[in-house]
């Protein structure tokens, strides 16, 4: 079935360090790829988005590319600050799926000062 | 000025209650959503909805009953409540149940089972 795996947590940076938070997929046809961020005690609210190979998401710093050759979707920052502490939710949708998301299992950033 | 609301944010409650959850959307969407995300924060989805209509039961227990009174509004009862629904329950909701849609979530509310 539908899958996503990301790589565990808890990730832990200094502040303006490289964030790179990989996520790889199985689906069968073309899936839409999403990150979702969760704030403590917050519900989820969207990243960044890809409908199709090759595009490039972005928004606030970070990006993700979604690649169909190695089924990757990895979100990447270039400096990350104490307030991007959060937990990062990679996730894919299919055509008639009645919309429905199939998480991965969140990866923890703690970023430090 | 809220998109999706939840209510309540928090509940207690004893093994063998009946219990509901309420959701509300402003966002003029038609399709809703209600996600249950366990003790690991492992996010599933239970249940989708487009025009009042079911269209996803991911095979959840039917101690859980989904109403959608109408497009704005999806509730969750459930029934004789245990121990294993203890978890945070997500509403969301899309313009539509597309593949390409952005979800939006409520705040979540932490049910707790004693």
């Known amino acids: 079935g539908d899958s996503v795996t990301q790589m565990e947590g808890p990730v832990t940076l200094s502040e303006e360090a490289f964030l790179t938070i990989n996520c790889t997929y199985t689906?069968?046809?073309?899936?839409?790829l999403f990150w979702y961020v969760q704030y403590p005690g917050e519900g989820l609210q969207l990243l960044l988005k890809?409908?199709?190979?090759?595009d490039k998401g972005s928004n606030k710093g970070f990006e993700a590319t979604y690649r169909k050759e190695t089924t990757s979707f990895h979100l990447e920052k270039g400096s990350v600050q104490v307030s991007d502490s959060a937990v990062y939710f990679c996730?894919?949708?299919?055509?008639?799926?009645?919309?429905?998301?199939?998480f991965g299992q969140g990866t923890e950033l703690s970023v430090k000062p | 000025d809220t998109a999706v609301s939840q209510t309540p944010k928090y509940l207690v409650t004893q093994m063998g209650n009946d219990k509901s959850i309420k959701c509300e959307q402003n966002?003029?969407?038609?399709?809703m959503y209600w996600y249950k995300q366990d003790s690991k924060k492992f996010l599933k989805i239970m249940f989708s909805?487009?025009?009042?209509?079911?269209?996803i039961n991911e095979t959840v227990p039917n101690r859980f009953s989904p109403k959608s009174p109408d497009k704005a509004h999806l509730n969750l009862h459930i029934n004789s409540l245990e121990l294993g629904d203890s978890a945070v329950y997500f509403c969301?909701?899309?313009?539509?149940?597309?593949?390409?849609?952005?979800?939006?979530f409520g705040p979540g509310t932490r049910l707790t089972v004693l």
């Open positions: 969301a909701s899309s313009q539509d149940p597309k593949s390409t849609d952005t979800q939006y």
């Open positions: 689906a069968t046809g073309y899936p839409s």
């Open positions: 890809a409908t199709k190979a090759d």
């Open positions: 996730a894919l949708s299919v055509n008639n799926q009645g919309g429905k998301l199939i």
């Open positions: 966002l003029g969407h038609d399709t």
């Open positions: 909805y487009n025009n009042k209509e079911l269209i």
